[in-house]
């Protein structure tokens, strides 16, 4: 076992959560260290190929799913520096201000120990550093916020097609808030449209950590320690703080980074998995569990692809993977049956490839024969989608813990239980009926949906006030470990129907300034 | 029409593979690897046959395009790398396992209904055959991977390796408009 040279910080993921904590931090002087798990990509390993793609997901986390509903671990997942956030679509709204205070409102789900306009500063920052496009008048549903630093991405035909059918069921749609630049900035290239964002995006248009957060980090001085596999966090003899964390290095020989303060951002599952099997004489049910809640309130949004195929070319390969437009109206109907339970959202236009998981083949998987063919023809001119997104709710019982199976290092693999909560699975039910009416306004020949799925996984860490009913304080930092922060979804208290990066990076900003201000008191 | 298709096949496939040849690493498309009978790496030829026939009943054209070398070179490298969809959906690597055991539950299944083994059923009784696996696992299908999941991991495979290159984008008139053009080696 060999020993690295002590730094002020370890951070464990080079993701969203991890790629913001090192950059600030390092900006704030501290000696940072970063180990991901898997290899180091440059922008130069970005193929436009939708079969290259799948390099940035890996084969793990490996999984043993008891629940009647699928978390998609891997879609959900990245494998590499960057994280899930290199092949994210960078569909950014934010939270609502009612998301934090879901139980104080409707009785239902918890509260988080923050409101908005404690993270509202944060996310005007990241804006600002990131660079957002979007329209934040026209965004009517948008919380209050600095306006968007970039005026809207262009719309193609798909978005205005798609708009028609809203327009004509009095739906409001906006341009989609999406941290895809429209302009250059901050002296990175504008999109092109080319729809490759799954892909991760070489010319940094997309804000993907390779672009922004990793390069700052490095320019800060802070290390990024690629192929580098987190087994456990480590213990003083007290368990009262943390030493710092074990690893597995490419070799697959032992190492020790010993810090001052360590930072687990390594995905929802992973994190929780390494927490989990971070046991000690004083923790003996993981680090950080001594409400019994650790893995518990898994959450992820129920999701659902809405297609309608028209006549027309409407050149469906144009735009960003994310969308063009968005709409958080429902459909009269909708609203009298889901008024009191639950926000969900479109991302209307996306752009399409012919292939993989956002593909015109699969999107009827159904076909096969000259039936494939003749649809592919047909999809390749005419094919429209738009994705709904719907709130989760925090259940207890969808949780997390240890599998009896372990992994190529010897430790335990995570057993998920998840069941989509009941109101998210009627809000899925209803943006399944309102696809097919706005697109039948719209004049599509066809419409249909895709399965339900399971997009941002999040929960297992939840953010509390209350040391006995959640894992983590309003700044990610575990009630039980004074200096061990939790970065990225898994300390989301409630899941809001927005996606997740925004807020991930909001946080992580904000608990690293935080961090920074109270140092010494964490580290002492 | 279906001549221009088939010379489309020949001619397209996946770009360069890394075949195995007498000992030496040489780079050549799918389809060159098919027509040239390079040896498979994991598949066995019984297997290889089996995928052959159930690709061409997805869709017409995928052997040629070079499918089975396709998958057979996807599962000899590290599941990490792995570019065929059954990463996402298939929990416990290596993915031969997988493919393996599919591949066996289909014979089954066609002996059962139809006395033969799949490759060896006549065109319609395949399509007959595929349709009931769509969206159900018949009683006959004897074991994991359920039938549905397996049909849509060769399905994907089989669209891949037609419809996901350069030259698939272009036949279905899709402008490919790479930032950074795929490297030459898969």
Same mark, same amino acid.
């Given at each position: 076992?060999?020993?690295?040279?002590?730094v002020d910080v370890v951070i464990?993921g080079s993701?969203?959560?991890g790629s913001v904590f090192a950059a600030k931090l390092a900006q704030f002087g501290k000696r940072v260290t970063v180990l991901e798990?898997?290899?180091?990509?440059?922008?130069?390993?970005?193929?436009?190929?939708?079969?290259?793609?799948?390099?940035?997901?890996?084969?793990?986390?490996?999984?043993?799913?008891?629940?009647?509903?699928?978390?998609?671990?891997?879609?959900?997942?990245?494998?590499?520096t960057?994280?899930?956030?290199?092949?994210?679509?960078?569909?950014?709204?934010?939270?609502?201000?009612?998301?934090?205070?879901?139980?104080?409102?409707?009785?239902?789900?918890?509260?988080? !120990?923050?409101?908005?306009?404690? &993270?509202? @500063?944060?996310?005007?920052?990241? =804006?600002? %550093?990131?660079?957002? +496009? #979007?329209?934040?008048?026209?965004?009517?549903?948008?919380? !209050?916020?600095?306006?968007?630093? &970039?005026? @809207?991405?262009?719309?193609?035909? =798909?978005? %205005?097609?798609?708009? +028609? #059918?809203?327009?004509?069921?009095?739906?409001?749609?906006? !341009?989609?808030?999406?941290?895809? &630049?429209?302009?250059?900035?901050?002296?990175?290239?504008?999109?092109?449209?080319?729809?490759?964002?799954?892909?991760?995006?070489?010319?940094?248009?997309?804000?993907?950590p390779?672009?922004i957060y990793l390069a700052e980090a490095t320019k800060n001085g802070a290390l990024v320690q690629a192929?580098?596999?987190?087994?456990?966090?480590?213990?003083?003899?007290?368990?009262?703080?943390?030493?710092?964390?074990?690893?597995?290095?490419?070799?697959?020989?032992?190492?020790?980074q010993?810090a001052?303060v360590?930072i687990?951002a390594?995905?929802?599952?992973?994190?929780?998995?390494?927490?989990?099997?971070?046991?000690?004489?004083?923790?003996?049910?993981?680090?950080?569990?001594?409400?019994?809640?650790?893995?518990?309130?898994?959450?992820?949004?129920?999701?659902?692809?809405?297609?309608?195929?028209?006549?027309?070319?409407?050149?469906?390969?144009?735009?960003?993977?994310?969308?063009?437009?968005?709409?958080?109206?429902?459909?009269?109907?909708?609203?009298?049956?889901?008024?009191?339970?639950?926000?969900?959202?479109?991302?209307?236009?996306?752009?399409?490839?012919?292939?993989?998981?956002?593909?015109?083949?699969?999107?009827?998987?159904?076909?096969?024969?000259?039936?494939?063919?003749?649809?592919?023809?047909?999809?390749?001119?005419?094919?429209?989608?738009?994705?709904?997104?719907?709130?989760?709710?925090?259940?207890?019982?969808?949780?997390?813990?240890?599998?009896?199976?372990?992994?190529?290092?010897?430790?335990?693999?995570?057993?998920?239980?998840?069941?989509?909560?009941?109101?998210?699975?009627?809000?899925?039910?209803?943006?399944?009926?309102?696809?097919?009416?706005?697109?039948?306004?719209?004049?599509?020949?066809?419409?249909?949906?895709?399965?339900?799925?399971?997009?941002?996984?999040?929960?297992?860490?939840?953010?509390?006030?209350?040391?006995?009913?959640?894992?983590?304080?309003?700044?990610?930092?575990?009630?039980?470990?004074?200096?061990?922060?939790?970065?990225?979804?898994?300390?989301?208290?409630?899941?809001?129907?927005?996606?997740?990066?925004?807020?991930?990076?909001?946080?992580?900003?904000?608990?690293s300034?935080?961090?920074?201000?109270?140092?010494?008191?964490?580290?002492? | 029409?279906?001549?221009?298709?088939?010379?489309?096949?020949?001619?397209?496939?996946?770009?360069?593979?890394?075949?195995?040849?007498?000992?030496?690493?040489?780079?050549?498309?799918?389809?060159?690897?098919?027509?040239?009978?390079?040896?498979?790496?994991?598949?066995?030829?019984?297997?290889?046959?089996?995928?052959?026939?159930?690709?061409?009943?997805?869709?017409?054209?995928?052997?040629?395009?070079?499918?089975?070398?396709?998958?057979?070179?996807?599962?000899?490298?590290?599941?990490?790398?792995?570019?065929?969809?059954?990463?996402?959906?298939?929990?416990?690597?290596?993915?031969?396992?997988?493919?393996?055991?599919?591949?066996?539950?289909?014979?089954?299944?066609?002996?059962?209904?139809?006395?033969?083994?799949?490759?060896?059923?006549?065109?319609?009784?395949?399509?007959?055959?595929?349709?009931?696996?769509?969206?159900?696992?018949?009683?006959?299908?004897?074991?994991?991977?359920?039938?549905?999941?397996?049909?849509?991991?060769?399905?994907?495979?089989?669209?891949?390796?037609?419809?996901?290159?350069?030259?698939?984008?272009?036949?279905?008139?899709?402008?490919?408009?790479?930032?950074?053009?795929?490297?030459?080696?898969?």
């Amino acid at each position: 076992m060999q020993y690295d040279e002590e730094v002020d910080v370890v951070i464990v993921g080079s993701g969203a959560a991890g790629s913001v904590f090192a950059a600030k931090l390092a900006q704030f002087g501290k000696r940072v260290t970063v180990l991901e798990s898997g290899p180091a990509w440059t922008e130069n390993d970005l193929y436009s190929s939708p079969m290259w793609a799948r390099r940035l997901r890996g084969a793990s986390p490996q999984l043993d799913e008891k629940g009647k509903h699928h978390i998609y671990a891997r879609l959900n997942s990245g494998r590499g520096t960057g994280g899930a956030a290199l092949h994210h679509y960078a569909v950014w709204p934010r939270f609502q201000v009612e998301d934090f205070k879901r139980k104080s409102l409707t009785g239902t789900g918890l509260d988080w !120990p923050i409101e908005y306009n404690d &993270l509202r @500063p944060a996310y005007d920052a990241v =804006q600002e %550093e990131v660079g957002i +496009s #979007g329209d934040a008048k026209a965004e009517v549903w948008r919380p !209050p916020g600095a306006p968007y630093p &970039l005026p @809207p991405l262009h719309v193609f035909k =798909q978005g %205005e097609k798609i708009a +028609s #059918g809203f327009e004509r069921l009095e739906l409001r749609v906006s !341009p989609i808030p999406i941290a895809v &630049l429209s302009r250059p900035y901050h002296g990175r290239n504008a999109c092109v449209y080319d729809g490759w964002c799954d892909a991760g995006c070489p010319i940094g248009a997309l804000a993907n950590p390779l672009a922004i957060y990793l390069a700052e980090a490095t320019k800060n001085g802070a290390l990024v320690q690629a192929d580098s596999h987190v087994t456990r966090i480590l213990m003083d003899k007290s368990g009262k703080r943390a030493t710092g964390v074990e690893y597995k290095d490419k070799g697959n020989e032992t190492r020790i980074q010993p810090a001052k303060v360590v930072i687990v951002a390594a995905s929802t599952v992973e994190t929780i998995r390494t927490l989990l099997n971070s046991t000690t004489e004083q923790h003996p049910t993981g680090l950080g569990n001594s409400s019994g809640l650790l893995g518990h309130y898994l959450m992820a949004h129920p999701a659902v692809v809405a297609y309608g195929l028209f006549d027309e070319d409407i050149q469906n390969y144009l735009g960003a993977s994310g969308g063009q437009l968005y709409s958080q109206d429902k459909t009269a109907k909708a609203e009298k049956a889901h008024a009191a339970r639950g926000r969900r959202h479109w991302e209307i236009a996306l752009a399409l490839k012919p292939v993989d998981i956002q593909g015109l083949a699969i999107s009827r998987p159904e076909l096969f024969g000259s039936d494939l063919e003749q649809f592919m023809q047909r999809a390749a001119r005419g094919l429209a989608a738009m994705t709904a997104l719907s709130e989760d709710e925090p259940i207890k019982g969808n949780r997390i813990v240890l599998s009896s199976k372990k992994d190529k290092y010897g430790m335990r693999l995570a057993e998920v239980h998840y069941n989509i909560s009941p109101n998210g699975l009627a809000l899925y039910e209803q943006s399944k009926k309102d696809g097919a009416q706005i697109y039948q306004a719209a004049g599509a020949k066809e419409t249909w949906t895709g399965p339900l799925h399971a997009q941002h996984i999040a929960g297992g860490t939840i953010m509390g006030s209350d040391p006995k009913q959640s894992v983590t304080d309003a700044f990610g930092r575990l009630h039980d470990v004074a200096n061990v922060i939790i970065g990225g979804g898994s300390v989301f208290t409630t899941l809001s129907h927005a996606n997740s990066t925004y807020t991930i990076h909001a946080i992580a900003w904000r608990s690293s300034k935080y961090l920074a201000d109270n140092w010494s008191g964490i580290t002492k | 029409m279906e001549q221009d298709r088939r010379e489309f096949f020949k001619t397209s496939g996946l770009g360069l593979l890394a075949f195995s040849v007498g000992g030496a690493s040489l780079l050549m498309t799918a389809a060159e690897a098919r027509a040239k009978n390079v040896p498979l790496k994991v598949l066995t030829a019984d297997e290889a046959r089996t995928l052959e026939a159930l690709g061409e009943t997805l869709h017409a054209g995928a052997g040629e395009a070079g499918l089975v070398h396709f998958i057979d070179q996807q599962l000899s490298i590290e599941p990490d790398d792995c570019m065929s969809l059954v990463k996402y959906f298939v929990n416990d690597p290596p993915f031969v396992d997988f493919y393996r055991a599919g591949v066996s539950s289909l014979n089954a299944y066609s002996k059962a209904r139809f006395r033969l083994f799949f490759a060896d059923l006549k065109g319609s009784d395949r399509v007959e055959l595929v349709k009931s696996i769509v969206r159900d696992n018949p009683k006959e299908w004897p074991f994991p991977p359920p039938a549905p999941l397996f049909y849509m991991v060769l399905r994907n495979d089989t669209t891949d390796v037609l419809y996901g290159t350069i030259d698939g984008f272009r036949r279905l008139g899709v402008p490919y408009m790479p930032h950074i053009v795929p490297p030459e080696m898969w």
